[in-house]
């Protein structure tokens, strides 16, 4: 599988670095892995314009921040590496996050990274709090979701300041690299349970609305079909802990999709 590991850091050989090799050095045992570093593209930054919103295109002239969104269109997976400036990540990523508002699903027209890729982050500070992590695994959770981009797994690290800081980190850092190996061996099934999962709350909010209609119909003929192929096997990868704890999958509760199905056959009689 490719995958590409982005430095969110300036700082092409500092910690941020070293975390990066690291990561791409267990990775690249069974995949195809790609290093890039956030300062490796020179773009202008989003002028606010809005017209991305209408059109799903950028009026910029084409930059470095087109040639990452190339990188990230190629990849399967996406890991992304961040510090903590000023406790979120570093400007230069932010600002490439607002250059990618024209692929952003809040907004239709809107382009597109291809199929829905599966990411991951890992996040370092200086400081000792935990909670600077969460807000900057939450950026990068929120910039992954709006490119339909599955966020699935992450790692934090404190008190690193610079490279040798990092080594106190090494299991840690094993360990998400095994988790991002078992997680691209279950890639189809993420995928499909990210899919029903979708369907499954479109459903929901068409059960609270009292609506029925033919889309609402396809709806339910795709989860039924599901609930009776594919559902027990991927029911069971969760109960086995085999499905990442960070993926919402509702679809997959004990009587969940049951109840809602019901709930639908009900409503439509
Ligand atoms: C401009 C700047 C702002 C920073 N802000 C924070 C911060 O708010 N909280 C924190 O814990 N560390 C902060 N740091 C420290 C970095 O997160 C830390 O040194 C990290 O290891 C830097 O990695 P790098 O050298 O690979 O970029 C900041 C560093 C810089 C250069």
Redesign the pocket.
């Known amino acids: 599988m490719k995958i590409l590991i982005l ?1 969110c ?11 990066c090799s690291l990561i791409a050095e267990g990775l690249s045992e069974t995949h195809e892995v790609k290093q890039v570093c956030i300062d490796d593209y020179s773009f202008a930054f989003c002028t606010g314009c809005r017209l991305c919103h209408e059109t799903g295109k950028c009026v910029l002239k084409e930059d470095g921040a087109d040639q990452l969104a190339k990188e990230m269109e190629k990849a399967e997976a996406i890991v992304c590496v961040s ?6 990540v ?1 400007g230069q990523f932010k600002a490439f996050i607002d250059r990618m508002t024209l692929y952003s699903n809040t907004h239709d027209p809107h382009a597109s990274l291809g199929d829905s890729k599966l990411g991951f982050s890992a996040v ?6 935990r909670k ?1 992590c969460e807000r900057l695994q939450e950026t990068i959770s929120h910039f992954y979701s709006h490119l339909d981009i599955l966020s699935l797994a992450g790692v934090s690290m ?1 008190e ?4 040798e ?2 080594d106190k980190y090494a299991n840690e850092l094993e360990a998400f690299v095994r988790t991002i190996k078992n997680v691209l061996a279950e890639a189809v099934r993420i995928r499909r349970i990210a899919a029903f999962e979708k369907l499954y709350d479109d459903l929901k909010k068409a059960v609270e609305r009292n609506d029925v209609s033919d889309h609402t119909e396809e709806i339910m003929k795709k989860l039924s079909a599901y609930y009776e192929t594919d559902w027990k096997e991927d029911f069971e990868a969760d109960e086995s802990g085999r499905i990442p704890q960070k993926m919402k999958r509702g679809v997959l509760s004990e009587d969940g999709l049951y109840d809602l199905l019901e709930a639908y056959e009900e409503q439509r009689s």
């Open positions: 430095n850091s300036p700082v092409r050989i500092g910690a941020t670095g070293k975390i510090p903590s400036y000023w406790a979120d570093p370092l500070r200086t400081g000792s709090s600077e404190t690193v300041e610079n490279r800081d990092v």
